[in-house]
Nanobody, 116 residues
Framework: QVQLVESGGGLVQPGGSLRLSCAASGNIFSIYRMGWYRQAPGKARELVAAITSAGNTDYADSVKGRFTISRDNAKNTVYLQMNSLKPEDTAVYYC??????????WGQGTQVTVSS
């Protein structure tokens, strides 16, 4: 199993920045990919960004050029740097991990609110 703990959410004004962190523990050596998803009220959960163990990244079109996903292997942590935030970025952000065996684990979520 893998345990994921997210942090870094909060309230920010439009145009501002936040950095989310996701610390992984447990069977971390089997992690193939880690990602960030978000879910706004009344909407489906959607992929924001993901990074594989090889360092390959993927982004939703809506966040390209504004968000950056990165990982610190020494700390078993994945980050999501969010710049130029917009009100439509408001959502609960979830970290997930996918193991090479196909198992998937989710964090508890962290609220991001972009509002003036």
């Amino acid at each position: 199993q893998v345990q994921l703990v997210e942090s870094g959410g909060g309230l920010v004004q439009p145009g501002g920045s936040l950095r989310l962190s996701c610390a992984a523990s447990g069977n971390i050596f089997s992690i193939y990919r880690m990602g960030w998803y978000r879910q706004a009220p009344g909407k489906a959960r959607e992929l924001v960004a993901a990074i594989t163990s090889a360092g390959n990244t993927d982004y939703a079109d809506s966040v390209k050029g504004r968000f950056t996903i990165s990982r610190d292997n020494a700390k078993n942590t994945v980050y999501l740097q969010m710049n130029s935030l917009k009100p439509e970025d408001t959502a609960v952000y979830y970290c997930d991990s996918v193991l090479v065996q196909g198992n998937r684990y989710w964090g508890q979520g962290t609220q991001v609110t972009v509002s003036s």
